[in-house]
């Protein structure tokens, strides 16, 4: 489970910093609080995703966690090729929450 919302955190991370560079919000702890908030919705999504799953679509657990990894990460992968030949700085910016820099 752990990982899974890991990866579900991903695309939360890169969302909130695409919110930020469309709200033109260039300071980096502005960035850092819409991609806190992004990681963490979005984990809460994925979670919910997983519960509903599990009980209306009578998925077993291991599937449900598959999927929502994958599809999450894709997702997030999705939006971060887009913000990095849109918004280089902000790419830079999530390169850095997610490496650690």
């Not at 969302?15 to 609080?33: D, H, I, K, M, N």
């Amino acid at each position: 489970m752990g990982e899974a919302l890991s990866h579900a955190a991903y695309p939360g991370v890169v969302v909130g910093v695409t919110l930020c560079a469309f709200l033109e919000t260039v300071s980096f702890s502005g960035s850092l609080l819409f991609a806190i908030g992004g990681a963490f919705l979005f984990s809460l999504f994925g979670l919910w995703t997983i519960e509903w799953l599990e009980k209306s679509g009578k998925t077993p657990g291991d599937a449900a966690l598959c999927f929502m990894l994958a599809s999450f990460f894709a997702f997030g992968l999705l939006v971060f090729s887009y913000l990095q030949s849109a918004y280089p700085l902000f790419a830079s910016h999530v390169q850095i929450y997610l490496y650690g820099q």
